[in-house]
């Protein structure tokens, strides 16, 4: 049933007219086929469950779920304004992609072309890391204040990021970034360089991070990272999440040294374009792979390059309206980042715990508790 709008929205917007409002269309596609499809996907009973106990209180039987003090509050909130569980995520997801929408919009890019990737990938699996969604969206809009170099953008930035952890403290690990204006004002050349010694020192540093993790990490949460729950990361699954980001290092590289001194620029105010744009959206592409040695404590730590996706995203849309009227190139181009991302759904998306689910509604489902 969701087949054809899918991939017809995915098709047209590498074709089609650069709509003001794509982006609510892609999120109103997404709230179709995640919150309101009758299929329950990953991780939504145990979320679901947890939201119906905060709602009426019974916070002794939701520790086990450890749930943070932000998600906690978020919850009671729209429990108390009628909302359903679906209703939350739902409202969620449009908060999301406005924020996203709201950062990619101050580009000279084509901004469907972003939409179309993220649809395809991570588009699906943040709806099921919901938390996490939401949280790093807030780490993304905030990194805006390091590209547009803010005052105190370093100091506000962590601000923000802090904030974020109180709805997943996952998000912790993206202060990572403040280090971006350093890498570039000293050595932005030898990015790929630094980040290698930045995985070594973190690869070395895991034994430590462990012990701060099971001092400050709630039990339950510290055994599913950290602990005996542990999904260790296979080996297949560790070189393909790292081969994938490597991709991504060098399709961003290309992109970089092609657009040369047309390098893509943001729109600070009225009258103030801020150059430098392709260097930090660049630095936090390659800072990602500084996290690679978490995969060896549980693999769902690859989320932290998903963030890194977007920002290339930002690059190919980009690169996109620079490649003007070349028919061939724009067609070699689709085919060839389509193929890239296609990859990412292939590594990271379980088939029966959400594509299933997702392209299978044949309802709607209620938004409100009390329909």
Known sequence: ???????????????????????????????????????EYADFDNYSRAFEKIGIGDYAAISSEEISIGWLVINKIFYLLGFSYRGLISSVIILCFYLIHKVVSKYKLKESVFWSLFLVFPAFIQCVQIRFFLATVICVYAFEII?????????????????????HTASLILLLYLCIPLIEKYSKKKALFITGLIAVAVYFSLSAVERLAQMFVPAVRYSRYFGQYADKTSFSRYVSVTLIWILSYFVSYIIKRYLGKREISIWGGKDTKIEGCTDRIFLYIALAGATIPFLTMDS?????????????????????????????????????????????????????????????VDGFFHLFRWL
């Open 1 to 39: 049933m969701l087949t054809i709008p899918f991939y017809g929205t995915i098709i047209y917007g590498w074709i089609g007219k650069n709509r003001r409002h794509f982006w609510l269309w892609c999120a109103i596609l997404l709230i179709v086929m995640a919150p309101l499809t009758t299929l």
């Open 147 to 167: 590209i547009e170099e803010k005052r105190h953008c370093m100091m506000k930035y962590a601000a923000l990021v802090l904030f974020s952890s109180l709805i």
């Open 300 to 360: 769902s730590f690859h989320r932290f390059f998903e963030v890194s996706y977007l920002f290339m995203y930002i690059l190919i849309a980009s690169f996109w309206i620079f490649l003007r009227r070349s028919i061939g190139k724009k067609i070699i181009m689709i085919a060839l980042f389509s193929m890239l991302v296609f990859s990412m759904t292939r590594i990271y998306i379980t088939y029966d715990t959400i594509l299933v689910p997702f392209f299978s």
